[in-house]
């Protein structure tokens, strides 16, 4: 693309858009916030207000038709992202849709063969994966400081009782499974590179709905690798995680998408005396973090514009749905 600026248009009108993914494209050296659709035509408008795209449409193909738009954000519920991401593909877009990219692997895989066919980029809208914090701790596992990895724990909670909300609408792709545990899933993912062998899974779910509101995932990697994962709707806001290695541990007490000055700490030589671990040398790694949604549209648009890899692979978001379906299945969720 003989270019330097990628022209984004953005399907609906969500919480996360305009709190966090558009500021991130108004800052983004190479983007601009072109086209906003969203099917209420008010709403639309005062959405809008603050941000000022050039064109506004009260119909998504009608966003998707315009020959201006080069990518497409989709934040739209879980439950109808497959349908808008190959219908994008189809007009040519590039696409950024929100997590969790679908509601099973088998999904997924239609959703890159549509980008494949058409040749356009297909990326799951981690945010996290694209900034600093997290890219700091797989370096110092991957640097040997801590030895090999024995086990991974990760929790990622918050209380909503909206029972009318998204996350709440069991049809439309809501619960805890799709909604927090993709993170955790997401992280271990990335920080171990590989498929758990096994899995014990319980799940909670509320009476009036139906739908899973929290689940406590214990999973095995081989032999001697396991993580422990908890993600929740209905407990106490919560996002910090922690690995333990052979020779030290890091501790991460940070929630996801965190920015600003974050700390990663590194615990290593402790020994035991008695009934305590004592003589422990812990190291401090102050880190800054950009804002996570800017740098996601940055790097998608690197990726389009000057070819760069896209940070989270069609392997990666493909095994984080297959994980997903597992737990859901393990939990009994359906």
Avoid at 76 to 103: D, F, Q, R, T
Wanted: aromatic fraction near 10%; charged fraction near 25%; include cysteine.
């Amino acid at each position: 693309m003989e270019k330097n600026v990628v022209r984004w248009g953005v399907l609906g009108c969500s919480g996360i858009g305009k709190s966090r993914t558009i500021p991130g494209m108004l800052a983004a050296s190479n983007a601009e916030f072109y086209a906003l659709a969203g099917r209420d035509e008010a709403k639309l408008k005062a959405y809008a207000e603050p941000f000022g795209p050039k064109k506004l449409y009260t119909d998504y193909q009608a966003l998707l038709d315009d020959e201006n738009v080069d990518a497409v954000y989709i934040p739209l519920p879980n439950g109808i992202h497959m349908e808008w991401v190959v219908k994008a593909a189809a007009a040519g877009k590039h696409i950024l849709c929100e997590k969790p990219l679908a509601l099973n692997e088998s999904q997924v895989k239609e959703m890159f063969a549509a980008a494949e066919k058409h040749g356009v980029l297909l990326e799951e809208a981690y945010a996290f994966r694209h900034a600093q914090l997290v890219q700091k701790v797989k370096e110092i596992i991957d640097s040997g400081a801590i030895g090999r990895v024995r086990y991974v724990e990760s929790k990622h909670s918050t209380f909503d009782s909206n029972r009318q909300g998204i996350r709440y609408q069991k049809g439309m792709g809501g619960g805890a499974v799709f909604d927090v545990t993709c993170y955790n899933v997401s992280l271990v993912s990335y920080l171990l590179g590989a498929d758990p062998t096994d899995m014990h899974v319980y799940c909670g779910f509320d009476a009036q709905t139906g739908v899973d509101t929290s689940d406590s995932v214990l999973l095995r990697y081989g032999q001697d690798v396991s993580a422990m994962l908890y993600a929740g709707l209905d407990a106490y806001p919560r996002g910090c995680f922690s690995v333990l290695g052979e020779t030290g541990r890091i501790d991460v007490d940070h929630k996801f998408n965190s920015r600003g000055l974050c700390h990663v700490r590194v615990g290593k030589n402790a020994r035991p005396q008695n009934a305590e671990y004592i003589d422990e040398v812990v190291t401090d790694y102050t880190v800054w973090v950009d804002d996570n949604y800017y740098l996601e549209v940055e790097q998608f648009g690197n990726a389009i514009l000057n070819g760069a890899p896209l940070t989270i692979s069609r392997e990666e978001s493909l095994r984080t749905a297959r994980v997903c379906d597992a737990i859901r299945k393990a939990g009994g969720v359906d």
